[in-house]
């Protein structure tokens, strides 16, 4: 079993719906929770992160983390075609550096105009 | 203004030869990391470097070693280069920001992409 698992779709939405995007995990020690955002021939960019558990928004993007689930999601409301791209998880027990970071497969998502 | 460089942006090779993939950073960073993203998409830890020095190492060939002259630098060389070497290679750097519960941002830079033949 893979720490951090993913489902890779891809997932296709009109414009203007509500995207879900969610990841499980196994490791405990993960504190920290993170989405980044990875267009196609580009490295990944941070969209948003979570310390331990509850939720963050961010304009369209919420991300809620259930540390007693082993679960973590992210939201995006409105979805606009520029939105289409593959969205990673990624999860650290640490901040960074000495921690590393464990990245989900990534879902790749189309919003069709 | 590029945050994350990366040289070459394609390097196509053939089987046995060694390679160098090099990385800078311009934002006063202190960590630099090197991942592997391979055909599937998965993106996974090689190595980390903290003002030099080697801070993470994952299970990684022998044949990979990284080199870290400055902060600022992190290279990747690759010896006798194999057919599943073949993959997009991203350099990263973050911030040590030393706050409780802040997550250090990590910038990834724009990927060297590796065929080996």
């Known amino acids: 079993q893979k720490e951090v698992e993913q489902d890779p779709g891809p997932l296709s939405v009109p414009e203007g719906a509500i995207v879900s995007l969610n990841c499980t995990y196994s490791?405990?020690?993960?504190?920290?929770f993170m989405w980044y955002r990875q267009y196609s021939r580009k490295g990944p960019e941070l969209l948003m992160y979570?310390?331990?558990?509850g939720n963050k928004e961010d304009g369209r993007f919420t991300a809620q983390v259930d540390k007693s689930s082993k679960y973590i999601s992210l939201f995006i409301r409105d979805s606009q075609p520029s939105d289409s791209a593959t969205y990673l998880c990624?999860?650290?027990?640490?901040?960074?550096?000495?921690?590393?970071?464990?990245f989900g497969i990534g879902t790749k998502l189309q919003v069709i105009p | 203004d590029t945050a994350v460089s990366q040289t070459p942006k394609y390097l196509v090779t053939q089987m046995g030869n060694d390679k160098s993939i090099k990385c800078e950073q311009n934002l006063g960073h202190d960590t630099m990391y090197w991942y592997k993203q391979d055909s599937k998409k998965f993106l996974k830890i090689m190595f980390s470097y903290n003002n030099k020095e080697l801070i993470i190492n994952e299970t990684v060939p022998n044949r990979f070693s990284p080199k870290s002259p400055d902060k600022a630098h992190l290279n990747l060389h690759i010896n006798s280069l194999e057919l599943g070497d073949s993959a997009v290679y991203f350099c990263?750097?973050?911030?040590?920001?030393?706050?409780?519960?802040?997550?250090?941002?990590?910038?990834f830079g724009p990927g060297t992409r590796l065929t080996v033949l």
């Open positions: 490791n405990s020690a993960f504190q920290y």
């Open positions: 990263a750097s973050s911030p040590d920001l030393g706050t409780p519960n802040e997550y250090n941002e990590q910038f």
């Open positions: 990624a999860m650290s027990a640490g901040p960074g550096g000495y921690q590393k970071v464990t």
């Open positions: 979570t310390y331990s558990s």
